[in-house]
C-alpha cells in the first residue's frame, strides 16, 4: 500500500489481507482487499492500483472513538471524498475541521497527511491519489490552482464527481477492461474534483453558514425523495432567502434545488430495481405514477426500468 495509517491510540496498525464478513455484500470487483481489526472496531480497505492512479475505497466500522493519522508516501496529488459518516480533521495549532457527507478534501502538498478524528459510528471514505507526472498534467489545466492546496481544505463535492466514484464503485468490468477503464475514470475524477475546486474557489465570500444551510438542503432532499419541496419550504427548512438559497445551492453543489431532486431519484430508482424491488412499488416510492415514472427514467437514462430489470 502506498500510504501509512496509524492511531495515536494504538500505534501503527497491522494489515491483513482478508476481507470481513459484513463487506460481503459490497466489494469492489477486481480490487485488492485489507483489513485491521482489534478493540476498536474493523477497517477494511478495497484498492484499484493502475499506471497512475491508485483508488481506494475505505470502510470503517468503529465500537469506539479512535484518532488515524493518514500519511501518503509518495508526491502527487491526493483527494477524499466522505460517503459516509461525519469526522473531524485535526491540524496543528487550529480548530477542528468537520469532514461530512459529500465534502471532498483536497492535498497536492510536498507531504500529504492528516489526523481524523472518528467517533463510535460508522464510515464510508472514497481515496484517490495520481502520481506526479499526472498531478503535473492536470493542474496545468488550471492555473493558480496549486496555491489553494495548503493544508486541508475541505468543500462540497461536486454531483459529477460523486458520479464517478459511485461508477468506480459498482463497476462490472472484466479483468481485461478494467485497467482502461479506471484509467480513463481517473482522469475523469481529477479533472472533476479540480474544476469544482475553482467554482468554489470563485464563491469564497460565501459564509460557512450559507455553505452549512445549502448542504443541509441536499440533505432534506435526499432522505425525503418523496418529496418535492419547493424554494420557499427549503428556504424556511434552512434559514437562508430564496434568492441566497436558488444562488447559492447551484454554486455549492452544481445543480439547482429541481435538478439535483430529479438526479437523486433516478439513482436511487435505479439502484432498487437493481435489487429487485417492482417497477409499481419504485414509483410510489419516490412520489410517482407508474406511467410517469417510466417517462422519467427513460428520458433520463435513455432505457426503460423494465429492460434494466431484464439486464440485471
Known amino acids: 500500500m502506498n500510504f ?7 500505534g501503527l496498525l497491522r494489515w491483513q489481507q482478508l476481507a470481513p464478513a459484513s ?4 466489494l469492489m470487483p477486481g480490487s485488492s482487499i485489507h483489513s485491521t481489526s482489534g478493540s476498536f472496531g474493523t477497517i477494511s480497505l478495497q484498492e484499484y492500483k493502475v499506471l497512475n492512479f491508485t483508488l481506494r475505497l475505505s470502510t470503517l ?3 469506539k ?3 488515524i493519522r493518514f500519511e501518503l508516501k509518495q508526491k502527487g496529488l491526493f483527494a477524499r471524498l466522505a460517503l459516509s459518516g461525519a469526522s473531524e480533521l485535526l491540524e496543528y495549532n487550529k480548530p477542528a ?5 459529500n465534502q ?6 510536498e507531504q500529504v497527511a492528516f489526523t481524523c478524528s472518528y467517533n463510535k459510528s460508522n464510515y464510508v ?3 484517490a491519489c495520481c502520481s506526479g507526472g499526472m498531478r503535473n498534467m492536470l493542474t496545468a489545466c488550471f492555473p493558480g490552482l496549486e496555491d489553494k492546496f495548503s493544508g486541508c481544505p475541505v468543500s462540497p463535492a461536486g454531483i459529477a464527481t460523486l458520479d464517478i466514484v459511485h461508477g468506480i464503485i459498482n463497476n462490472t468490468c472484466t479483468p481485461s477492461q478494467q485497467p482502461f477503464f479506471l484509467d480513463t475514470a481517473g482522469r475523469q475524477l481529477f479533472f472533476n474534483i479540480l474544476f469544482h475546486q475553482i467554482k468554489t474557489n470563485a464563491t469564497t465570500q460565501t459564509s460557512g453558514r450559507e455553505i452549512e444551510a445549502i448542504l443541509k438542503a441536499g440533505e432534506i432532499i435526499r432522505e425525503d425523495l418523496g418529496t ?12 437562508l432567502n430564496e434568492f441566497a438559497l436558488k444562488k447559492l445551492f447551484k454554486a455549492v453543489l452544481g445543480i439547482p434545488p429541481y435538478e439535483y431532486l430529479m438526479q437523486k431519484r433516478m439513482q436511487q430508482a435505479k439502484q432498487w430495481l437493481i435489487e429487485g424491488r417492482s417497477v409499481k412499488e419504485v414509483a410510489a416510492e419516490l412520489g410517482y405514477r407508474p406511467s410517469d415514472f417510466i417517462q422519467m427514467f427513460r428520458k433520463y437514462f435513455g432505457y426503460t426500468p423494465g429492460s434494466l430489470k431484464k439486464r440485471s
Do not use: M, W
Not at 23 to 26: D, E, I, M, S
Not at 104 to 109: G, P, T
Not at 228 to 239: D, F, M, N
Open 61 to 63: 466500522e468503529l465500537i
Open 97 to 101: 475541521t468537520s469532514f461530512k457527507l
Open 23 to 26: 463487506l460481503a455484500a459490497n
Open 125 to 127: 471514505f472514497f481515496d
Open 4 to 10: 501509512i495509517l496509524q492511531s495515536p491510540d494504538l
Open 228 to 239: 418535492h419541496y419547493t424554494i420557499p419550504e427549503l428556504s424556511k427548512k434552512v434559514g
Open 65 to 67: 472513538e479512535l484518532r
Open 104 to 109: 471532498q478534501l483536497v492535498q497536492a502538498d
